[in-house]
């Protein structure tokens, strides 16, 4: 059994604070949704975030944060899931190298590798347990969540410091235009779905939880399960896959009150999520959230940021609502996400 005990996000939106669910959304015409960042040197020593990265910066604060949040003095393991590391750092580096032949500055390359964020927040909070970095791609997260989920049934750990965390970068983003994955074009983060062009609205963000075997008081939801699929020549067949993850928990479609989809607004992709909702649940609320964050492949630390949220206030906001069904309860909430029809993923999260 495994509780979400405390969260901290740092994303485009507003949710600085864990007491607050969207107090107000930000809208924007972008070529990426960047983070709205806090202020540092309240929780990190400022001689000491002179040399870190915003990368760092973001996966540190977050995760005191969470820490707070949950009222947990120090975690029993801390598990980080990256698709990119820091960016910004390796970009550095291999500036440097091109511009002319000298000895570089180490700070970069040390922060650049994928571990440095689990690293660092580990030495932020003393603490000498179980470290590890999940570095799959879309799986990243859901690797991390994957892996608390056995230190605490195997009996290895109780409470798990969770999270996912990628930044993006101008450069980065202009790599990956040519290959079609973003949006060629600044589009505004409200109306993606309005667009039908190719390419997802990239963003970032960053998203620590206290994933626990004991609830508390202040617990938001039960994460309940966590599945990995790629998709190699169509092995990914739903209609095998979906009521088996159910039913391992005695549940049908007919018992999901809300599905939260990962739509992003690339419209060779959405498909896929349009189908999924339509052939399963046609009658259900369905949901969505990179409008709000963008896609990014720690993206669906935000989806559960959303559906913890929805459970502990019992509130489904308009702004994330993909139909016009209202779930008459929150009580089961399945989390749908796939990465250009590759890698596809399922989370269920559930009422206390």
Known sequence: MSFINGIGLISPQKTLDPSEFLPEVMEYTVDYLKCIEPVYRNYIDPIQSRRMSRLI????????????????????????????????????????????EKFLNPTPFIQSTY?????????????????????HRTFSFESGLIDAMLQMEEGMASDILVGGIDEMTMNHLRIMRRIGQWK?????????????????????GSSFFLISNKRIPASYAKLSDVRTFFNLNGSFDADKILPGFLSGHGLTTE???????????????????????????????QGWYKHLCGEYHTATGFGVYTAANILKH????????????????????????????????LMLVQGL
């Open 57 to 100: 910066k973001m996966g540190i604060t977050s995760a005191r944060i969470c820490m707070t949040d949950s009222g947990c003095a120090m975690p029993d393991a801390i598990i980080t899931g990256t698709g990119l590391g820091s960016v910004e750092d390796t970009e550095k580096i291999l500036g440097e190298i091109t511009k002319e």
């Open 115 to 135: 571990n440095t964020i689990s690293s660092q927040v580990a030495i932020q909070l003393k603490c000498h347990n179980y470290n590890s970095t999940y570095v």
């Open 184 to 204: 060629m074009e600044p589009v505004n983060n409200l109306k993606i779905l309005e667009t039908y062009t190719s390419g997802a609205l990239s963003g970032e």
């Open 255 to 285: 018992d999901i009150d809300l599905v939260i989809l990962g739509l992003n607004g690339d419209c060779d992709y959405d498909p896929v999520y349009t189908r999924f909702a339509g052939q399963f649940f046609p009658g259900k609320a």
């Open 314 to 345: 019992q509130r489904y906001p308009e702004i994330l609502h993909l139909n016009h069904i209202i779930p008459s309860r929150l009580k089961n909430i399945l989390i749908y996400n796939q990465f250009r029809d590759v890698n596809h993923s």
